[in-house]
T-cell receptor, first 113, second 112 residues
Framework: EAGVAQSPRYKIIEKRQSVAFWCNPISGHATLYWYQQILGQGPKLLIQFQNNGVVDDSQLPKDRFSAERLKGVDSTLKIQPAKLEDSAVYLC???????????FGQGTRLTVV | QKEVEQNSGPLSVPEGAIASLNCTYSDRGSQSFFWYRQYSGKSPELIMFIYSNGDKEDGRFTAQLNKASQYVSLLIRDSQPSDSATYLCAVNQNTGRRALTFGSGTRLQVQP
């Protein structure tokens, strides 16, 4: 069974530029999460989707971050404009439902300079 | 108060010893508890989950849950250098469909 796929693996951008990340969850997983992990910290939830609907985006900085999951499968996370403090690893995870264990993709390491 | 608290470590144990990793959580409504292992530069991978009070064993790993004390732990028996990693505790409140909330992780070092 294929795991959670993410791209790109690495991205370096200048502050105020925009960037987008892509995620393809495990087939059949209804729940998809985007987490931000800053070095030395645990993953912090940015947004949770159930199929193509948003369940929780309370910690998403909506002035600069946006995410969508059209058709309830793939998802994209966008940052515009980026700030230095957005430098982190962006992890996508999926699960059968919110009460099941989540499986993580390899992550995208973003560096904002 | 953080929702999920872990000692950041590092916790250093000799090879072959038992490593004990601890986690406390603040939300009494939490129903599911997970331990993830994260190697440096890699993404978290699930080791174990536990839903009921008591112990759950899987190979060298034992998860322990005490909901009354809001405490969950992970024991690693016969620790190996390959176990050296950061261990993340995560909790989930089944009602309300909340996502996993993670602690900041405990770094474990197993000395050969």
């Amino acid at each position: 069974e294929a795991g959670v796929a993410q791209s790109p693996r690495y991205k370096i951008i200048e502050k105020r530029q925009s960037v987008a990340f892509w995620c393809n969850p495990i087939s059949g997983h209804a729940t998809l999460y985007w987490y931000q992990q800053i070095l030395g910290q645990g993953p912090k939830l940015l947004i949770q989707f159930q199929n193509n609907g948003v369940v929780d985006d309370s910690q998403l900085p909506k002035d600069r971050f946006s995410a969508e999951r059209l058709k309830g499968v793939d998802s994209t996370l966008k940052i515009q404009p980026a700030k230095l403090e957005d430098s982190a690893v962006y992890l996508c995870a999926s699960s059968l439902s919110s009460s099941h264990e989540a499986f993580f993709g390899q992550g995208t390491r973003l560096t904002v300079v | 108060q953080k929702e999920v608290e872990q000692n950041s470590g590092p916790l250093s144990v000799p090879e072959g010893a038992i490593a004990s990793l601890n986690c406390t959580y603040s939300d009494r409504g939490s129903q599911s508890f997970f331990w993830y292992r994260q190697y440096s530069g890699k993404s978290p991978e699930l080791i174990m989950f536990i839903y009921s009070n008591g112990d759950k064993e899987d190979g060298r790993f034992t998860a322990q849950l005490n909901k009354a004390s809001q405490y969950v732990s992970l024991l690693i028996r016969d620790s190996q250098p390959s176990d050296s990693a950061t261990y993340l505790c995560a909790v989930n409140q089944n009602t309300g469909r909340r996502a996993l909330t993670f602690g900041s992780g405990t770094r474990l070092q197993v000395q050969p």
